[in-house]
């Protein structure tokens, strides 16, 4: 059976060597305690969580799954014990402030540590992983009373939060909301409606769960204009912080799932519970977007851990699995046959594996600065630091959600091909990973969705194409004075700067042709997020792999000169063999709506 081991080398790597987090820490205000050697404990601590704790239970909480028994919902066998370690260890409030019981580290630190959990046991870190978007939201709109009664326990892990927008007859289409809110003499609500696929809507986890939830308050405006937000409690809480009786919300129902099955995700049945409005009235959809992109990056992780855990997986099998002989001649003549490791159809699947790890994590890593930065800002109350910021990641966002899960389910599907026959049973773990993988490509927002925000809103509507000519300047600035290099380093140099021109050619030509034709961003975008995708992780497989380069050629990296070599290697392959996949994205990208749009709608039948 599959065993998980945190990548820590990589970790470090990106940490210590490419991206200099040590610089970036303490130019943050909140940045001080976050040495070296705390990050280096930090890592240790959570990885030895990870493959000590949570790993084991992943294989027997997908085997078991949730039930539901008069209105009681259990999780599988060793996730409370597990979460109890998880509260005890404060690693919920890690990047939480310290007035209410965080510990004020960066935000990006908590990335490094849900990263490792999401590959260990995935389901497990939904229920953590969901709070963060919950504690996120109430400290930006929630009212100082809120604060105080909800987020010391949210923080501490002693509660766990949710967010509840999908019912069902709407899901990405939030103007469809029908749940109502009707006010209260004592200035609460009353909450009443259904809610569907819940992830971690209602466990034995934590005392109490804390429901974030869409709804219309009576009169409001059709559409998403009138959807107001409030935080609505599993049991009631009370002016001072303390559980009181239950609320009128309960679970209905638990989603019958291809993967995640340990995860408990509920249809939730709101009878008139009590809530308390966040933010503004018919501004709920705005606060609700700071718990929707939480969300999203950290279904980007999804498709990191799911690469690097099928990597895991298929890499050691393929050392120690004998098929056939290699096609050069044999390699390990005293066995009854070779490795599969030395046929080369089953290395450029481990490689693809690889690559997808390694360059989406070093792309979550690089978006994890800018939200420290983003963070940063806020404190500082630098409105302007913040807004550039706040761009910048809302330009990174649903590249990472869209990009990398689908790239992390293609990795998942490869490790089960190199098993064969035995990757399709559940004896080694591999499909598993690929039945978990598949709802990072739906949830929070399907890849077509994703697609439609960044061309549509982030690149053509908002900035006019300026975002993606500030990344590729950036891109540019990395190649500049290795152009002319000899080696890898002078052809990924050369790619990037092609690339760089290409991305803004056809982000331009796609604009002049939206101009003329409302379909066009609709029948591109997924092709263009795609080669979004492609193109910036090429950026973060240079960066990874100049910076190998340089240490190797200073004589510093002698230790390490094998991770160098693999590094650049990889990287070499990247380029080779993965990045040309832009280019047919691109020509799709620029195909004519006419291919998409033009069949009449009575001629999509069966044959």
């Given amino acids: 059976m599959l065993q998980y081991k945190a990548p820590l080398r990589d970790m470090r790597f990106l940490i210590n060597e490419v991206l200099d987090y040590p610089t970036h820490y303490a130019a943050l205000s909140n940045g001080a305690d976050a040495t070296p050697e705390m990050v280096d404990a930090i890592l240790e601590g959570a990885a030895t969580l990870c493959e000590e704790v949570l790993a084991p239970l992943n294989a027997s909480g997908d085997k078991e799954g949730c039930h539901l028994n008069n209105g009681m919902v259990t999780t599988p066998a060793g996730f409370k014990e597990a979460y109890a370690q998880f509260v005890a260890g404060g690693w919920q409030g890690l990047s939480f402030p310290v007035e209410y019981g965080g510990q004020g580290l960066p935000m990006s630190l908590n990335l490094f540590k849900s990263e490792m959990m999401g590959a260990a046991n995935w389901s497990f870190n939904m229920y953590p992983g969901l709070s963060i978007g919950c504690i996120n939201t109430l400290l930006q709109y929630g009212s100082d009373d809120i604060k105080k009664n909800y987020l010391p326990r949210l923080v501490a892990g002693e509660w766990t939060g949710t967010m509840c927008l999908t019912e069902p007859q709407c899901g990405t289409d939030l103007a469809q909301v029908k749940t109502r809110a009707e006010p209260q003499p004592d200035g609460s609500y009353a909450i009443t409606g259904t809610k569907i696929f819940i992830s971690s809507g209602d466990h034995d986890l934590a005392e109490n769960i804390v429901h974030i939830v869409l709804a219309r308050l009576p009169g409001a405006p059709a559409g998403t204009r009138g959807i107001s937000l409030f935080v609505v409690p599993k049991f009631m809480v009370g002016a001072d912080g303390a559980m009181g009786a239950r609320n009128g919300v309960g679970c209905g129902s638990l989603e019958h799932k291809m993967g995640i099955t340990a995860n408990a995700t509920a249809v939730l049945n709101f009878d008139g519970a009590v809530g308390a409005m966040i933010s503004e009235p018919n ?33 050691p099998y393929a050392k120690e699995r004998r098929s056939m002989r290699s096609l050069s001649g044999k390699k390990e003549a005293d066995q009854v046959a070779d490795a599969l490791i030395w046929h080369p159809d089953v290395r450029r699947m481990l490689l693809t594996q690889k690559a997808i790890a390694e360059g989406g994590r070093a792309m979550v890593y690089g978006a994890a600065q800018i939200a420290d930065k983003m963070f940063n800002a806020v404190v500082e109350n630098d409105t302007a630091a913040h807004k550039h910021y706040d761009d910048e990641l809302g330009f990174y966002t649903p590249i990472l959600k869209g ?23 559940g004896e080694h773990g591999m499909e598993q990973i690929v039945r978990d993988a598949r709802i ?43 152009v002319f290099a000899s080696g890898s380093t002078g052809k990924m140099a050369r790619s990037l700067v092609r690339k760089a ?3 803004n050619l056809l982000t331009t030509r796609i604009m002049l042709r939206s101009a003329g034709d409302r379909e066009q961003v609709g029948s591109s975008s997924v092709d263009y997020l795609m080669y979004s995708g492609y193109v910036m992780m090429a950026y973060f497989w240079a960066l990874q792999a100049f910076k190998a380069s340089e240490l190797l050629a200073s004589g510093k990296g002698s230790e390490s000169a094998e991770f160098y070599t693999a590094k650049i290697q990889t990287a070499e392959f990247y380029f080779e063999r993965l990045l ?16 998409v749009m033009q069949m009449p709608q009575e001629l999509f039948q069966m044959a």
């Fill in 283 to 315: 501004k709920g959809l705005e606060a609700m977007f700071t718990f929707m992109n939480t969300a999203r990056i950290g279904t980007a992780i999804q498709g990191v851990a799911h690469a690097e855990l099928s990597f895991q997986g298929a890499l």
């Fill in 403 to 425: 990009f990398l899960t689908e790239m992390g389910l293609e990795a998942a599907n490869l490790g089960m091909q190199v098993f064969g026959g035995h990757g399709y049973i």
């Fill in 440 to 482: 990072s490509t739906l949830y929070e927002g399907t890849t077509g969705i994703q697609a439609l925000d960044l061309l549509g809103r982030k690149v053509l509507l908002n900035t006019k194409g300026k975002c993606v000519r500030d990344f590729t300047g950036t891109m540019l600035g990395l190649a500049k004075g290795k």
């Fill in 501 to 503: 021109l290409q991305w």
């Fill in 580 to 595: 040309p996949r832009a280019n047919a994205h691109r020509k799709a990208a620029l195909a004519p709506t006419s291919a």
